[in-house]
């Protein structure tokens, strides 16, 4: 049976001869007996837990209330956020990423990118403690300092998205 009709045709057997004689695939210990792809797996999944895990801390973050160290925003005011960020990252990742690799190379990207991550944890903290401090939540605040916590929020946003360049 063969699998193109006409003069050039391609007999099955000849793709079942071909594929049966390959070299069978290396084991997940084999793979990670290499340092240099350990590393490469340990940034990964490090890097994977960051990203992945950020939103949903964010996100409970902004909607605790500020008695338990939250920002007490609302629903639609978080999502308005994470939207914003989301076009943020796009904007990086499509315009930004690609000629920071090529001025600095990937390896000095992944690594700046990567420390970012501890700036955004301690800026979190920092604002919590600040919003605790001074009582800037939807209901209380001034407008002065509402507009100064969406500011700096968004910067947390903004190192934030700026971390996962190293992620493309």
Request: proline content about 4%.
């Amino acid at each position: 049976m063969s699998l193109v009709r006409g003069e050039d045709f391609i007999e099955e057997s000849a793709f079942v001869a071909e594929s049966s004689s390959t070299a069978p695939s290396p084991t997940i210990v084999e793979l990670l007996s290499d340092p240099s792809r350990r590393r490469i797996t340990a940034s990964g999944f490090f890097l994977g837990f960051l990203a992945i895990g950020f939103d949903p801390l964010f996100a409970l973050w902004n909607y605790t209330p500020i008695a338990l160290g939250g920002l007490g925003r609302e629903t639609r005011e978080i999502g308005l956020l994470l939207s914003i960020a989301a076009v943020a990252g796009m904007l990086l990742n499509g315009l930004v990423f690609h000629r920071l690799d090529g001025r600095f190379g990937s390896q000095r990207v992944f690594v700046a990118t990567m420390s970012l991550w501890f700036i955004v944890f301690i800026a979190m903290a920092i604002i919590a403690a600040i919003v605790r401090t001074f009582g800037a939540s939807s209901d209380s605040a001034g407008l002065a300092q509402l507009i100064v916590l969406w500011i700096a929020t968004l910067g947390v946003l903004l190192v934030q998205k700026m971390s996962t360049l190293a992620y493309p």
